[in-house]
């Protein structure tokens, strides 16, 4: 159903950055690291009709100073199969996407391979901050008197309809049963 290297990709990946920021480390992640080759092959045999994803862990977590925002941590396992199917679909969506070149959007963008980070590292925040203060030609590209648009992306996830992520998948054409998981 998903490869196996996209499986050894998300284990390796996950347990060397995390799966987010918000929460510590799943304690977890350690005994997938050191079976990886086992767990790849038992998710090459997984049957999309029988996988029931466990769910998601949902709290609260501090935004700024007196704000928060609703978090989600997902199991260990499913964090990995959601992942390891995204990776099969990675470069099919990539090659659908706007040239990198252009910054048009300036995203992630997907790194083919085995490398352990799965994003190039030329399309970081950092990077996208830099271009920012070199397309605005100030030292502030941030200054109030400066044209720009702001937004709050906190809430941003709760409000993409599924089904146009079943579309981009479509016309990407992902393969059938990574795309069918995601």
């Known amino acids: 159903m998903i490869s196996g290297s996209s499986v050894k990709r998300a284990i390796n990946h996950i347990g060397a950055f ?14 997938y690291l050191d079976c990886a080759s086992e767990i790849a092959d038992d998710c090459d045999n997984l049957n999309i009709g029988q996988y029931e994803p466990a769910g998601a862990l949902e709290t609260l977590t501090p935004k700024s100073w ?35 070149e252009d910054n048009e959007a300036f995203a992630y963008r997907f790194e083919a391979g085995s490398s352990l980070k799965i994003f190039q590292p030329s399309r ?8 920012l203060a070199a397309f605005s030609g100030t030292d502030d590209p941030f200054a109030e008197n400066r044209p720009a648009i702001a937004t709050d992306i906190s809430d941003f ?4 309809y599924f089904h146009r992520v079943e579309n981009i998948l479509l016309d990407a054409d992902c393969p059938s049963k990574p795309a069918k998981l995601v």
């Open 18 to 31: 995390g799966d987010t920021d918000l929460f510590p480390r799943l304690p977890e992640m350690r005994c």
């Open 66 to 100: 007196l704000g928060f925002r609703i978090a989600h941590q997902m199991t260990a396992a499913d964090n990995i199969i959601l992942l390891a199917a995204i990776l099969d679909c990675a470069p099919f969506l990539e090659a659908s996407r706007l040239p990198a």
């Open 124 to 131: 970081s925040y950092h990077q996208w901050l830099a271009h």
């Open 157 to 160: 996830y709760q409000r993409i």
